[in-house]
């Protein structure tokens, strides 16, 4: 069965400090994966998705993410972190045979100043 | 202009009441989508349809009943209200079926749905 984890469910980073977000998944084929984050109160916005092709790939806000088939990883960074990045992650594996996207717990992002 | 307008954004109710939340979509997709996202930020997907047709409907119990009077329109109607209903409710539409994976979703602002 599809399954995403994101091990990390509470983080806090200085402002202007790098970030890594971790996500693991489980799924049976080449996945399509997506990174989501959801600011208080808001919707959840797409950053970024892999489909195929390269392994890094570059999202809105200044987010990437590398996807390493080996490790079943799709991990979300960013070099320097803004207050405005405080908001909830979350990563998701979508299935292209039953059309559904599994979401992982979600990561919280802190931001000091 | 918001792409996925729900309402209403907070909703608190009495047990064993009976509520609907509202979703309306103008981005011209035919898929829409309900769902679920418990107090420990679970998100899970309850009921997608297409072109008005049920389509996924993830176990969800029949007290929970949507309705799609047309394809820019996607209502949650929930009948007899548990405390475990409590939770925010998310609208969403792709362009087609397999839009959320192959494409983009747009999700609403979420419905804070409060059972007391």
């Known amino acids: 069965a599809q399954s995403v984890t994101q091990p990390d469910i509470h983080i806090t980073v200085s402002e202007g400090a790098s970030l890594e977000l971790r996500c693991n998944y489980s799924?049976?084929?080449?996945?399509?994966l997506f990174w989501y984050v959801q600011s208080p109160g808001q919707g959840l916005q797409l950053l970024l998705k892999?489909?195929?092709?390269?392994?890094l790939v570059q999202g809105i806000k200044g987010f990437e993410a590398e996807f390493k088939r080996s490790q079943s990883s799709f991990n979300l960074r960013k070099p320097s972190v803004h207050w405005s990045d405080a908001a909830e992650y979350f990563c998701?594996?979508?299935?292209?045979?039953?059309?559904?996207?599994?979401f992982g717990q979600g990561t919280t992002l802190q931001v000091k100043p | 202009d918001t792409a996925v307008s729900q309402t209403p954004k907070y909703l608190v109710t009495q047990m064993g009441n009976d509520k609907s939340i509202k979703c309306e979509q103008n981005?011209?997709?035919?898929?829409m989508y309900w769902y679920k996202q418990d107090s420990k930020k679970f998100l899970k997907i309850m009921f997608s349809?297409?072109?008005?047709?049920?389509?996924i409907n993830e176990t969800v119990p029949n007290r929970f009943s949507p309705k799609s009077p047309d394809k820019a329109h996607l209502n949650l109607h929930i009948n007899s209200l548990e405390l475990g209903d409590s939770a925010v409710y998310f609208c969403?539409?792709?362009?087609?079926?397999?839009?959320?994976?192959?494409?983009?979703?747009?999700f609403g602002e979420g419905s804070w749905l409060t059972v007391v």
């Open positions: 969403a539409s792709s362009q087609d079926l397999l839009g959320q994976v192959r494409n983009t979703i747009y």
């Open positions: 799924y049976g084929a080449t996945p399509y």
């Open positions: 892999y489909f195929s092709g390269d392994t």
């Open positions: 998701a594996v979508g299935s292209s045979n039953t059309g559904k996207l599994i």
């Open positions: 981005l011209g997709h035919d898929t």
């Open positions: 349809y297409n072109n008005k047709e049920l389509i």
